[in-house]
Nanobody
Framework: QVQLVESGGGLVQAGASLTLSCAAS????????MGWFRQVPEKEREFVAA???????YHADFVKDRFFISRDDAKNTLYLHMNNLKPEDTAVYYC?????????????????WGQGTQVTVSS
């Protein structure tokens, strides 16, 4: 059974940094694209960042130069390094994985999802 388990969320002040982790189990994702999405209540889930199977990374414009996605295939783990956090970054952050190697910003094109981890940024 495939599982993606996020961790690392929490309550921080504006300007702080957090690193989210997503531990995968049940299969290896070394040849799969993986990504991060986020969602706030009453809003649609939005794309944050993705990384393809060779490690090429893509970030949404609103997080460029602040958030960085990375992966450690030896640990079957995905990361999201978040710097200079802002109150508008408050959301539940979800890890997702595709069976395909190429990245996508479309949530419906991901095959596996984690349960989410809450990030709250106070002003």
């Amino acid at each position: 059974q495939v599982q993606l388990v996020e961790s690392g969320g929490g309550l921080v002040q504006a300007g702080a940094s957090l690193t989210l982790s997503c531990a995968a189990s049940g299969r290896t994702f070394s040849r799969s694209a993986m990504g991060w999405f986020r969602q706030v209540p009453e809003k649609e889930r939005e794309f944050v960042a993705a990384i393809n199977w060779i490690g090429a990374a893509y970030h949404a414009d609103f997080v460029k130069d602040r958030f960085f996605i990375s992966r450690d295939d030896a640990k079957n783990t995905l990361y999201l390094h978040m710097n200079n956090l802002k109150p508008e970054d408050t959301a539940v952050y979800y890890c997702a994985a595709r069976r395909q190697a190429n990245w996508s910003s479309v949530g419906s094109e991901y095959d596996y999802w984690g349960q989410g981890t809450q990030v709250t940024v106070s002003s």
